[in-house]
């Protein structure tokens, strides 16, 4: 049997709201891909499950246990490797990795894990120089960056971004030039998605972070909102059109709610949605009900 190859995009700050377009940009924005893997829907509150041929989804408990509001250095923490980091710190923990779990990510994110099997993964986005500089001064990072590290791999910059083997967390490099970098040119969602799933035919698990719907939630703009929205889903509406969907598989979730509520400016207690588009999303779903949970089921399907 041949190993299976995983896409996760993260989508930062993205809970399962009600449906409500005054508040819930979901219901604002024109999402037709999130709608071919949901049944023709928007996942909310009142339709928050669906299992079909191609596709399923779910919202899970994203908060672990523990009181006030989930925030992403736990969340992300627990999302990578299963652990309840929350519980073990003792509070939600934001935007930062917690110091104390920097030990607990080392040893059970699932980059390690698959390495450890023979695996090769990629945490395809890139970064300028400014975020290296930052993580060297301050010593500190976000989990998923330093999960990557952990494994002895170096974070992709802006050379692998002009050599096609890197994303920008904005999918098609606008915000590169205000960066410093202008020779960096922007390229479409099309060419984003083709990039993405070239890479994820030559490795086994991809994970891709866009973090912009966290901003979008905490700027309380229902105009950049369903900009945001409507740009990921078409860039996950070209993946669905260009992978095969008989050996690969999409994963789409979050750490925590916040874009989904605008009428509030902080992350929420809300459910997040897992979606799963492809090889073996009837498998994976039936596994998963908490944030803890999805590690450990991509792992099973690589056993």
Not at 101 to 128: H, M, Q
Not at 273 to 282: D, L, M, Q, R, S
């Amino acid at each position: 049997m041949l190993p299976p190859h995983v896409i996760l995009i993260f989508l930062d700050g993205v809970g399962v709201g009600n449906k409500n377009p005054e508040v819930n940009p979901f219901f604002k924005a024109q999402l037709p891909n999130f709608k071919k893997c949901c049944n023709g829907i928007i996942p909310s509150k009142k339709k928050n499950e669906y299992h079909g041929v191609n596709s399923a989804f779910i919202s899970i408990n994203a908060n672990m246990g523990i009181g006030g509001l989930p925030q992403s250095g736990t969340g992300q923490s627990a999302l990578l490797t299963g652990v309840n980091c929350a519980k073990l710190v003792g509070k939600h923990f934001g935007p930062y990795l917690f110091s104390s779990l920097k030990p607990v990510v080392e040893e059970n994110n699932i980059f390690t894990r698959l390495k450890l099997r023979g695996y090769k993964s990629c945490y395809v986005n890139a970064f300028p120089q400014q975020y290296f500089e930052y993580i060297t001064k301050h010593k500190r990072d976000a989990a998923i960056s330093y999960a990557w590290r952990s494994t002895g791999e170096q974070l992709k910059n802006a050379e692998a971004l002009l050599n096609g083997t890197a994303l920008s967390a904005d999918i098609t490099n606008d915000r590169w030039p205000s960066l410093g970098y202008p020779d960096i040119p922007q390229i479409s969602v099309e060419q984003a998605a083709k990039r993405i799933v070239r890479i994820a035919e030559k490795c086994n698990f991809v994970l891709f972070e866009y973090f912009y719907t966290d901003h979008a939630g905490h700027s309380q703009s229902m105009t950049q909102a369903v900009d945001i929205l409507e740009k990921i889903d078409s860039f996950i509406g070209n993946i669905i059109q260009l992978m095969d969907d008989k050996k690969m598989l999409l994963i789409i979730t979050s750490d925590h709610g916040n874009i989904e509520d605008l009428s509030i400016k902080s992350h929420t207690r809300n459910k997040i949605p897992f979606i799963a588009f492809g090889n073996k999303h009837e498998l994976i779903i039936k596994k998963v009900k908490l944030i803890t949970d999805i590690t450990p089921a991509i792992l099973e399907m690589f056993m």
